[in-house]
């Protein structure tokens, strides 16, 4: 029996792909402070797939999913989506941590602690 890919599944790889292009602003935003080892060392992917779902960010080395919510999220649809997505990925062990879009823009030193402080390993050199 094969086994079955649960990370960058080909067939979300175009949405991926779309989404990574078009960030929102709150994204990109965060994202100048993630990319490139910026936090503690740390490499994040943007727009990752794990199993169905994709991820805003995601830190393989320290399983951890960070995601950003806009006012979409609002409603009582997309908050039970939300929630059966958490329970998915944290039945696989990972760590969903959320912020709101709004958050981001005016607290960013506070996001950027609560991530990591969430890392559970020493800093990458």
Known sequence: MSK????????????RKELRHNLTPAEAFLWKHL???QL????????HSIGNYIVDFYCASERLI???????????????????????LESLSYEVIRFENKLVFEYLASVLHEIASNFKSEPSD
């Open 4 to 15: 079955q890919r649960l990370h960058t599944k080909k067939e979300l790889q175009a949405y």
């Open 35 to 37: 990319k490139a080892r």
């Open 40 to 47: 503690q060392g740390k490499r994040f992917t943007k727009q």
């Open 66 to 88: 960070i995601e950003l919510d806009g006012e979409v999220h609002n409603n009582p649809t997309a908050q039970e989506y939300d929630q059966k997505r958490t329970i998915f």
